[in-house]
């Protein structure tokens, strides 16, 4: 059973940084995109940023210049850095994998960033 644990969530000043992880464990194989995604209360689960196998990123324009994705294909892994954090970052942040063999997305469980003004 294929399991996505997020880290490194927590409470944060404005202005400040947070470094969040994702881990796969279980059998998965075979992962071409792997991403992070957010939702603020009341608002719909939003893409924040992803990172293809290759290497190539995107960002939502709200986070350009502030975040950045990286991952450790090795270890299964997704990273996010977080700099410069607003109130309005303040989500539960998701991590996301897709695999190319399954043709399964797979999402993590979430992890609260709290950014106070």
């Known amino acids: 059973q294929v399991q996505l644990v997020e880290s490194g969530g927590g409470l944060v000043q404005a202005g400040g940084s947070l470094r969040l992880s994702c881990a796969a464990s279980?059998?998965?194989?075979?992962?071409?995109?792997m991403g992070w995604y957010r939702q603020a209360p009341g608002k719909q689960r939003d893409l924040v940023a992803r990172?293809?196998?290759?290497?190539?990123?995107d960002y939502s324009d709200s986070v350009k210049g502030r975040f950045t994705i990286s991952r450790e294909n090795a270890k299964n892994t997704v990273n996010l850095q977080m700099n410069s954090l607003k109130p309005e970052d303040t989500a539960v942040y998701y991590c996301?994998?897709?695999?190319?063999?399954?043709?399964?997305?797979?999402w993590g469980k979430g992890t609260l960033i709290t950014v106070s003004s």
């Open positions: 996301n994998m897709y695999s190319r063999r399954s043709g399964i997305y797979y």
């Open positions: 279980g059998s998965i194989f075979s992962i071409s995109a």
């Open positions: 990172i293809t196998i290759g290497g190539s990123t």
